[in-house]
């Protein structure tokens, strides 16, 4: 079967089709918790690769890719081959956790790519459609497993929406409406060496997290009570882009093991290549007790997974349910996404690109002093941007600036680019592209990314009393 990857001329735009037409109805009808939609005030009608058109033609390089859904992009031939391929075939889409030859090679390619260490004792389960339901039942099931209820989870986390993910997710403001969320997680300082929570920053700061999460544990008089499992996030995304040292993810591997306590590793945004190994715990080499998947493996659908130790199986049939856990479509399109990306080694594209577009955005920083910091891993950036009048901390931060970065994330879109924030206040540029951009694509994205953060820092600038006056003052 041949699939054109061209994209075809949009049709004409009628009355009721104009993107301001049903923009105006999104904002009539959907709900006021809508969250992209404010961000990016367009409406794609084709998409590939890269690229998104809207609905007046206007094309669109898409570095947030389905918050890191779409490991090969838009529409990409492998997956819309798959996908027609299923259709056609007259394969049942929903049948519940029956048994289909898709479910069964979804599972093959999956297993494959694990580490071999964890696939050779593991189980899988398939959850509901989102992350954050595979984050319910991996809590669930080490919870069960263990016969304990508290959970240890870090400050900058994000594991979903639902009420056992968002009670060991980090952020405070969706949480305080909800009475009694989270009474039974215990916070641990994640290691973010530009703003540590102690205030030493580098290798100093990652040890004295370790020694601490430790030392609580092993305090009678620490208040935790022995807990049902550690969740973490190798590279934490919704919170800023901040990866984990390897050290300091080895010495959780080791600090969980010591105690008996499950560690759960979340791969749902750093997982099929997107850090540069196929998954991020590859990186450390640590073999957690359950991996929670989601996002890119089922190649642009909905799907997500929960693969654990079999030590762990001790839930009774029915113990944990749902609907959608079925998904053909969503099984072959993932099936042929992580046997493309294997096959063409697209994690190793991903950590050479990222560190090439990494540099160019240090060399930038070196540049201006509204760029606070650059990090990340493979194809999983952030720029932090921040104040550069604003009085440094301990460690040489400067304040951060949500306001430049919600400018500067509009004046992307003005030239054509798509970003999404993230970070503690949202002052953190996120990239992530498909794991098949082009060195061409790249450089544009380093373009348009680099002049709206000119012109957004000199409109500032000129904007402030006293302008004219250069800061040279650089973090340390």
Known sequence: MTVSTTSPTPPAATAGTTADAILRRQRARESSARTYARSFPIVPVRAYGMTVEGTDGRRYLDCLAGAGTLALGHNHPVVTEAVRRTVDSGAPLHVLDLATPQKDEFTEALFATLPPAFADRARIHFCGPAGTDAVEAALKLMQTATGRQGLLAFTGAYHGMTAGALAVSGGVAVKRPVPGLAADVTRLPYPYSYRCPFGVGGERGAELSAAYAERLLDDPNGGVVSPAAMVLEAVQGEGGVVPAPDGWLRAMRRITAERGIPLIVDEVQTGVGRTGAFW???????????????????????????????????????????????????????????????????????????????????????????????????????????????VPDACGARPPAPDTADRVRAACLERGLIVELGGRHDATVRLLPPLVITDAEAEAVLDRLADAISV????????????????TGRPA
């Not at 199986?313 to 998904?327: V, Y």
């Not at 957004?456 to 006056?469: I, K, Y």
Request: net charge positive.
């Open 280 to 390: 991020a715990v590859e990186h450390s080499g640590i073999v957690p007790d359950a991996m929670v998947l989601s996002k890119a493996i089922g190649g642009s659908l909905p799907l997500a997974v929960v693969v654990y130790r079999e030590d762990y199986d001790d839930w009774s049939p029915g113990a944990h349910a749902g609907t959608f856990r079925g998904n053909t479509l969503a099984m072959a399109a993932g099936a042929a996404t992580l046997r493309y990306v294997a096959r063409e080694g697209l994690a190793g594209r991903a950590a050479e690109v990222g560190a090439r577009m990494t540099a160019r955005l240090d060399a930038l920083r070196a540049e201006s002093s509204a760029i606070g910091d650059v990090r990340g891993r493979g194809l999983m950036i952030g720029v932090e941007l921040v104040d550069p009048e604003g």
């Open 456 to 471: 957004v820092t000199a409109r500032r600038g000129a904007s402030r009393p006293g302008a004219g006056r250069r800061n």
